[in-house]
């Protein structure tokens, strides 16, 4: 109950958005390699932040 409105941090933001955009990944390799490949650099850089704040910790 108290959780409801309690804000996400950084690290949890950036998860969501890498699996997001894996998944998007995933979703267009068998449509459109040229956006899938864009998209999985997108979730590269994406997990690049997330483990430069898991290493700052």
Do not use: V
């Not at 998860?15 to 998209?39: G, I, V």
């Amino acid at each position: 109950m108290f959780g409801l409105f309690k804000k996400k941090s950084e690290l949890e933001k950036l998860s969501e958005a890498y699996a997001k955009a894996m998944a998007e990944a995933q979703r267009l390799s068998t449509s459109n390699r040229k956006a899938s490949d864009e998209m999985y650099a997108k979730a590269e850089e994406i997990n690049k932040k997330i483990d430069a704040i898991q290493n700052a910790n």
